[in-house]
């Protein structure tokens, strides 16, 4: 299967400051890159969609200038937290989806703790 | 309002048993079923999927039942091991130029005894 990367693994900060978080897709081009978020013992929440060199479509209820998302080539998107807070510690995972394809790829996830 | 609504949230079953979890949905448009395999700390993997132009699909040791009319799917893993312990997630979408969002039930925790 297709190969879709994330960096870093996993990050601490503290509160009030930004984190980036890559997501590379190795081995495809990813027409399409999706951001979740995943809370302890629960599903996959859907935070955002973005379509290369386009703006991103948030999901109602995600803060489109604290979620940054940036989708500027086939391979790589990135999501910045900006101003981080204890609340938005949590497991973030990206995934990817190859023009004409039906299936996305996720990768391996972004721990993030806001201290 | 929940889409995809999945059940068990967990299961127990001995090694060599059958593991099914079920899936129902609401939006008649969805047309693409997929089931993801999670372990801890890890995103999800996909393990098969299935369109509704069939009824069964069959990988290996694993299984997607579809019914169509009673909008339900469900998953088997046949000869359970304890390695297949992990959270299973199904999923919809609908296959068009929106992007192809996934929907994702709750998740079912398996765990196989050995």
């Known amino acids: 299967g297709a190969v879709v990367s994330q960096h870093p693994s996993r990050v601490i900060c503290k509160s009030g400051t930004s984190v980036k978080i890559e997501c590379r897709s190795l081995?495809?081009?990813?027409?399409?890159m999706f951001w979740y978020r995943q809370f302890p013992k629960q599903s996959l929440m859907l935070m955002a969609t973005?379509?290369?060199?386009?703006?991103?479509?948030?999901e109602q209820g995600v803060e489109k200038d604290k979620f940054l998302i940036n989708h500027a080539s086939l391979t790589l998107s990135t999501l910045t937290v900006t101003s981080a807070h204890p609340e938005d510690s949590s497991f973030y995972i990206c995934?990817?989806?190859?023009?004409?394809?039906?299936?996305?790829?996720f990768g391996p996830g972004t721990r993030l703790l806001v201290l | 309002q929940q889409q995809v609504k999945q059940s068990p949230q967990s299961l127990i079953v001995q090694k060599g048993g059958i593991s099914i979890i079920n899936c129902a949905y609401e939006?008649?448009?969805?047309?693409?079923f997929p089931w993801y395999q999670q372990f801890p700390g890890k995103g999800p993997a996909l393990l098969i999927a299935?369109?509704?132009?069939?009824s069964e699909k069959k990988e290996g040791r694993f299984t997607i039942s579809f019914n169509k009319s009673a909008k339900q799917f469900s998953l088997h893993i046949m000869d359970s091991q304890p390695g297949d312990s992990a959270t299973y997630f199904c999923?919809?979408?609908?296959?068009?130029?929106?992007?192809?969002?996934?929907?994702f039930g709750g998740g079912t925790r398996l765990m196989v005894k050995p």
């Open positions: 995934s990817a989806r190859a023009g004409g394809h039906e299936t996305q790829y």
């Open positions: 081995d495809f081009q990813a027409t399409t």
């Open positions: 973005s379509n290369e060199g386009s703006k991103a479509t948030y």
């Open positions: 939006n008649t448009a969805f047309d693409y």
């Open positions: 299935i369109r509704p132009d069939v």
């Open positions: 999923a919809a979408s609908t296959l068009n130029n929106a992007g192809n969002m996934l929907t």
